[in-house]
């Protein structure tokens, strides 16, 4: 399972660099180190997504487990190299996302973030995650990166779309739809 941190602080990233998990050390900004460290920053905001009150304990379920592929997709990601996800990763999101969104009428408009504190959280943890996904993609011209977790992180994001628009149904909430402004002068 590797080292437990009985210190937290250790300095060796006082120079600006860091340790991957095959023992190199590289710059903070690698970008590398960018798609793990967005890909965490998404899984602290799926946290805060179950944290949030009106996540019902099936999205939060499903959140929970998607936390722990997460963590095995960022330790994936800081060893060059390693594959943890795989295409069954990717088909069970498929599946969940299949399942959620049978019961949602069909979108006609755009929606914006909103409707609720947990279908904005849900928001936030899906821009997160299109965002981790373009570092993937920008790690991916430089260095090898596993197929599967770049389809992962896309399918990923369309359920965390999905799920925030259920939670915004949820508790009397209703989702916000784009209202396009006119043109100047129209």
């Not at 798609?35 to 304990?57: C, F, K, Q, R, W």
């Not at 487990?65 to 994936?76: K, M, P, T, V, Y």
Request: one cysteine or more; hydrophobic letters at 40%; glycine letters at 10%.
């Amino acid at each position: 399972m590797g080292n437990r941190l009985s210190k937290i602080y250790t300095r060796t990233g006082d120079d600006g660099s860091t340790g991957l998990g095959d023992g190199r050390r590289v710059a903070k900004d690698d970008p590398r180190v960018e798609a793990y460290g967005t890909v965490d920053e998404l899984n602290s905001a799926i946290g805060l997504v179950i944290a949030t009150p009106g996540a019902d304990a099936a999205v939060a379920g499903c959140l929970a487990d998607i936390q722990h592929e997460l963590f095995d997709l960022g330790g994936e990601l800081s060893v060059p190299g390693r594959d943890v996800i795989d295409d069954a990763a990717v088909t069970r999101l498929e599946q969940v996302l299949d399942r959620f969104n049978a019961g949602l009428p069909p979108l006609r408009d755009f929606i914006l973030p909103g409707g609720s504190q947990a279908a904005a959280a849900c928001h936030v943890a899906r821009s997160l995650c299109r965002r981790a996904e373009r570092r993937c993609y920008s790690l991916s011209r430089l260095e090898a990166v596993n197929p599967a977790s770049l389809r992962y992180l896309n399918r990923l994001s369309d359920l965390l779309f999905v799920l925030a628009r259920i939670l915004a149904r949820q508790e009397g909430g209703s989702e916000v739809l784009w209202q396009p402004r006119p043109p100047p002068g129209a």
